[in-house]
């Protein structure tokens, strides 16, 4: 069982900057594929982005590439997630995810873990 926890969540004003952290507890860190998806009023959640068991890969959506990065500590069972250049369109609930795998994925379902999430909003 793995148990995650964000922070780092807040209110911004646009072009500002956040980081987000997920604290994991449970089982050897580096087993897990890690992700960070976010949910915005009204909306389905969608994938921002994953990366691998050894941090040596990652994947991001679209929308978010250039702007965020996401990264991790296996040493502090600690994942991260830059966020520069926030626009309003980025204010929603961001969740982290573990997977019972090294390998990411940008699949919702794939994810077997998942934090109480961490609300970001950014103003005009």
């Known amino acids: 069982q793995v148990q995650l926890v964000e922070s780092g969540g807040g209110l911004v004003q646009a072009g500002e900057s956040l980081r987000l952290s997920c604290a994991a507890s449970?089982?050897?860190?580096?087993?897990?594929?890690m992700g960070w998806f976010r949910q915005a009023p009204g909306k389905e959640r969608e994938f921002i982005a994953a990366?691998?068991?050894?941090?040596?890969?990652?994947t991001y959506a679209d929308s978010v590439k250039g702007r965020f990065t996401i990264s991790r500590d296996n040493a502090k069972n600690t994942m991260y997630l830059q966020m520069n250049s926030l626009t309003p369109e980025d204010s929603a609930v961001y969740y982290c995810?573990?997977?019972?795998?090294?390998?990411?994925?940008?699949?919702?379902?794939?994810?077997?873990?998942w934090g109480q999430g961490t609300q970001v909003t950014v103003s005009s």
């Open positions: 995810a573990a997977r019972r795998t090294p390998i990411a994925t940008m699949t919702r379902l794939s994810y077997d873990y």
């Open positions: 449970g089982r050897t860190f580096s087993w897990y594929a």
């Open positions: 990366i691998m068991g050894s941090g040596g890969s990652t």
